[in-house]
């Protein structure tokens, strides 16, 4: 007979959490850039000029109106 080959098994509970962890790095990494994405489309909507460029538009923000309101949408 061959050996076998024993496959540890995986725990759903483990799976759960590293699925839940991932999701809320990748949500507080790119909402954010989310954020900046959808003010400069709609500063582009209601004037002709191009605006601040992303770097410029997130400090613009910061300083307006603090880091956290990068979150709120």
């Known amino acids: 007979m061959a050996p076998s080959s024993k496959k540890p098994k995986k725990n759903a509970l483990e799976n759960l ?17 989310d954020t900046i ?17 992303p770097l410029d538009l997130a400090k613009q923000i910061i300083e307006k109106e603090g880091f956290l309101s990068l979150y709120k949408g």
């Open 17 to 33: 959490i590293a699925g839940g962890c991932a999701g809320l790095v990748e949500s507080s990494i790119c909402y954010p850039f």
């Open 37 to 53: 994405k959808t003010r400069m489309q709609l500063n582009r909507k209601t004037t002709s000029s191009l605006g601040p460029g």
